[in-house]
């Protein structure tokens, strides 16, 4: 079945830093792609999305490029920021946006 | 427009109890989804709705868990009799096809079965 494997956290990095979460799919078919965030206390939250090979979703400063030769969507920002922390969530759906299935989660902390 | 609701917030039970959790979509929205959530693990899907007819409850351990959407609008989750294993966050979510394939997430609701 489908499936989806994020880089284990935590990740800490200071204010400013350049930040990598890797992900991971296996999936048939052609998924869409998807990457969400919790913040504390908070519920789930669409950062950004890819529906299809090569596009690139972006918000907030964040950007992943859905690759279907490496079957990855590696999230990134070129300086986080302390609000940034939060648990990021990989994850991916049939071409409805149906059968949704998650990474595990990598927690983030940034440091000021 | 006002986001996924969901009650209660927590809720804390004795093993073998029975549990009701229950979700209002967004306005219009036809697909609605439960999931488990873990702790320090991702959601699980465990049930599909569309519209009032469930489409997906594979994952849905059926011998203790049951969920309904009578009139298509609003869902209850009911889990009898709980198991310490049941611990979780209940996420419920919704989506329309006029919006792409983005689900929207409610809050959760926090469940611990001591």
């Known amino acids: 079945g489908n499936s989806v494997t994020q880089m284990e956290g935590p990740v800490t990095l200071s204010e400013e830093a350049f930040l990598t979460i890797n992900c991971t799919y296996t999936?048939?078919?052609?998924?869409?792609l998807f990457w969400y965030v919790q913040y504390p206390g908070e519920g789930l939250q669409l950062l950004l999305k890819?529906?299809?090979?090569?596009d690139k979703g972006s918000n907030k400063g964040f950007e992943a490029t859905y690759r279907k030769e490496t079957t990855s969507f590696h999230l990134e920002k070129g300086s986080v920021q302390v609000s940034d922390s939060a648990v990021y969530f990989c994850?991916?759906?049939?071409?409805?946006?149906?059968?949704?299935?998650f990474g595990a989660g990598t927690i983030l902390r940034v440091k000021s | 427009e006002a986001g996924v609701a969901q009650s209660p917030r927590y809720k804390i039970i004795e093993k073998r109890q029975s549990v009701a959790f229950w979700c209002n979509p967004i306005?219009?929205?036809?697909?609605l989804y439960w999931y488990q959530q873990i702790l320090g693990q991702g959601p699980k899907l465990l049930i599909q709705?569309?519209?009032?007819?469930?489409?997906?409850d594979s994952q849905l351990p059926k011998d203790r868990f049951s969920a309904e959407r009578l009139k298509g609008v609003d869902s209850t989750l009911k889990i009898q009799p709980a198991k310490l294993e049941d611990s979780a966050v209940y996420l419920c979510?919704?989506?329309?096809?006029?919006?792409?394939?983005?689900?929207?997430f409610g809050p959760g609701t926090r469940l611990t079965v001591l």
């Open positions: 979510a919704s989506r329309t096809i006029r919006q792409g394939n983005e689900q929207f």
């Open positions: 999936a048939t078919g052609y998924p869409s």
């Open positions: 890819a529906t299809k090979a090569d």
């Open positions: 994850a991916l759906s049939d071409k409805y946006g149906n059968k949704l299935v």
């Open positions: 306005s219009g929205h036809a697909t």
């Open positions: 709705f569309q519209n009032n007819g469930v489409v997906d």
